[in-house]
């Protein structure tokens, strides 16, 4: 079985300031793991994923995630924020033999100006 | 190109009546999946298509939900005898082929709601 946990279902931070979004993943085997953002009354997008070929994956809108096996981790981050980035924000993971992605809760980004 | 469409984009129900929502994947994608976004269970697979192959279903609630997929294309979600906890996001994504590394492109959803 395959869980991800998103700490913090809501982070606000203030505009040029870091974004860190915070994913834990369980897995009994090797996972491929995505970042999807949801913007408001829209479906999903994919900004990023790891699918084993290097553990720091960058992605669109300036985000980059970096997969750490020993940790079981894969946080997102970008140096600084816009407000256009304010959305809710979903981690994902899928396994080496499975096909539906298993989602986090979800972290809703507000974006101060 | 054009991605993947969802009709209708909302849809208000009462409690009992049958629903019955679309799904039009991205053209020359086999793999088709249908997803429940919902404020108490968050995001949860439904339902999913490759090909041919026989669809697997491990994640419809209940019996009153099902789905078809006609010509490897087109997807209906149907939801009979409707309750208020049916109310939720339907989302729909498709892939162009069944790999781990592949992306799941999704729809703007279905806004289902049950009164």
């Known amino acids: 079985a395959q869980s991800v946990t998103q700490l913090g279902s809501h982070v606000s931070v203030s505009e040029g300031a870091l974004v860190l979004l915070r994913c834990n993943y369980s897995?009994?085997?090797?996972?491929?793991l995505f970042w999807y953002v949801q913007y408001p009354n829209q479906g999903l997008q994919l900004l990023l994923k790891y699918t084993s070929a290097a553990t720091l994956v960058k992605g669109i809108n300036g985000f980059e995630a970096e997969f750490k096996k020993s940790e079981t981790s894969f946080h997102l981050t970008k140096p600084s924020a816009h407000m256009s980035d304010a959305a809710e924000y979903f981690c994902a993971v899928r396994a080496a033999a499975g096909n539906k992605l298993t989602f986090g809760g979800g972290t809703r980004v507000l974006v101060k100006p | 190109g054009a991605g993947v469409s969802q009709s209708p984009s909302n849809k208000v129900t009462e409690k009992g009546k049958d629903v019955e929502l679309r799904c039009d994947p991205i053209?020359?994608?086999?793999?088709l999946y249908w997803y429940r976004q919902s404020l108490g269970q968050g995001l949860e697979f439904l339902i999913y298509?490759?090909?041919?192959?026989?669809?697997?279903k491990s994640g419809l609630p209940s019996d009153r939900f099902s789905a078809e997929r006609t010509g490897g294309s087109v997807s209906t979600l149907t939801i009979q005898r409707t309750q208020q906890e049916d109310s939720a996001v339907y989302l729909c994504a498709s892939e162009i082929d069944r790999g781990i590394q592949e992306t799941q492109y999704f729809g703007p959803g279905t806004r289902l709601l049950v009164l």
């Open positions: 053209s020359g994608h086999t793999a």
């Open positions: 298509f490759q090909g041919n192959s026989a669809p697997d």
């Open positions: 897995s009994s085997v090797p996972p491929y």
